[in-house]
């Protein structure tokens, strides 16, 4: 079971977001989640690590990134140095512009940038200089419609930004991607119910009412993965969401996510996550118990 702390943060109900600018010199607040959509940039960070969903990243110079609700997230020292950290963070509700306004013509990349917030998104260097500015002006901002203003400026740059990388898997954070194509959307479907089961590329075709040959050119073409990758990718999320939340053992989480060899598995969850199961595990837990 989750032992990841949920925060109450500081944002009121009549609020349209929470902004703290702060000096810090170390990371010492555990992986949390929360309700709210938070963009959280962090300067001098070098060596840091960032842990949002099942995605550990260690840092350079700057960090960036826009999280959505109930996504595990947190910041821990690892090979960073005590030194002078600049963080801004801005938390805001999840019905910030929610609704017909949302819903204009207008808003299309606000949509597509709060729907990739949902398993959390990191800027790269060339988005973040391009709202450094920005973020700075917003923080100086007297409180009120002003200061509103600014950050759905900086939201907008943000969402037209190609400058980017999603971090959290799907099927660890359990938000669902549907696609635009309904013989997709029954493939991965199926995908998302049986992920432990052996699934067969003829039996996918099948059901897409397409040649295994067909089918394979199709779906690497609207997913951007070979239905292998995109299985692996599937029961690696689950897998890792299984490490962090369960005492299960690896070998346990190995065959119950669908693979059927300890060691292929182990070697594909470093390939993916940048180490092991069991370093995973162990990073995860050390970080949620920082106190």
Known sequence: MSHTITEITPLGESDCFYLVDRHKTYFDYPVHRHEEYELNFVSNC????????DSM???STYDLVLVGPDIEHGWENHNHPECDMREITIQ????????????????SSLRTLFNNARTGIAFHLPAIMKIYDRLDDLTQAQPGFIRMLRLLEILYYLSISSDFHLLSSTSFSNVHTPSDSRRILK??????RDYAKPIYLGDMASLA????TAFSRFFKLRTGRTLSEYIIDVRIGHAARALVDTTKTIAEVCYEC????ISNFNR???RKKGCTPKVFRESYTKTRLIV
């Not at 805001?92 to 808003?107: H, P, W, Y």
């Not at 009412?209 to 295994?212: E, K, R, S, V, W």
């Open 187 to 192: 493939v991965q479907e199926a995908i998302s």
């Open 57 to 59: 990243e260690e840092l």
């Open 209 to 212: 009412g397409m040649t295994p």
């Open 258 to 261: 669908g693979f059927n060899n």
């Open 46 to 53: 070098n060596g840091a690590r960032r842990i949002v969903g």
């Open 92 to 107: 805001f509700a999840s019905d910030f512009l929610e609704g017909t306004f949302l819903s204009k013509t207008q808003m």
């Open 268 to 270: 594909i969850f470093k």
